[in-house]
Nanobody, 123 residues
Framework: QVQLVESGGGLVQAGGSLRLSCTASGRTFSTYVVGWFRQAPGKEREFVAGINWTGGRTYYTDSVKGRFTISRDNARNTVWLQMDSLKPEDTAVYFC????????????????WGQGTQVTVSS
């Protein structure tokens, strides 16, 4: 069992930055692939970014490439999502998720989910 807790959300103006954290407890986190997803009001949850268990491979949805950076520190059981040049369309609840896999999974087929953190970008 893995428990995930997100933090770092908030209200920011367009062009600003936020750094989300996903901290895990429970089983050895270092063996898990981690993904960040988001869900805006009235929309389906979508994949944002993912990182493999070593941190050596990362994946991003096209709309955030060049603006968001995912990273991890397995010794601290934490994955971060650095979000720069934020846009109003980035407004959503952001979730981190974890699963055991050989590579990053870009669908929502993850076994463990956090409770989410709200990100609001004002224009």
């Amino acid at each position: 069992q893995v428990q995930l807790v997100e933090s770092g959300g908030g209200l920011v103006q367009a062009g600003g930055s936020l750094r989300l954290s996903c901290t895990a407890s429970g089983r050895t986190f270092s063996t898990y692939v981690v993904g960040w997803f988001r869900q805006a009001p009235g929309k389906e949850r979508e994949f944002v970014a993912g990182i493999n268990w070593t941190g050596g491979r990362t994946y991003y949805t096209d709309s955030v490439k060049g603006r968001f950076t995912i990273s991890r520190d397995n010794a601290r059981n934490t994955v971060w999502l650095q979000m720069d040049s934020l846009k109003p369309e980035d407004t959503a609840v952001y979730f981190c998720a974890a699963r055991i896999a050989l590579t990053v999974v870009t669908t929502d087929r993850y076994d463990y989910w956090g409770q989410g953190t709200q990100v609001t970008v004002s224009s």
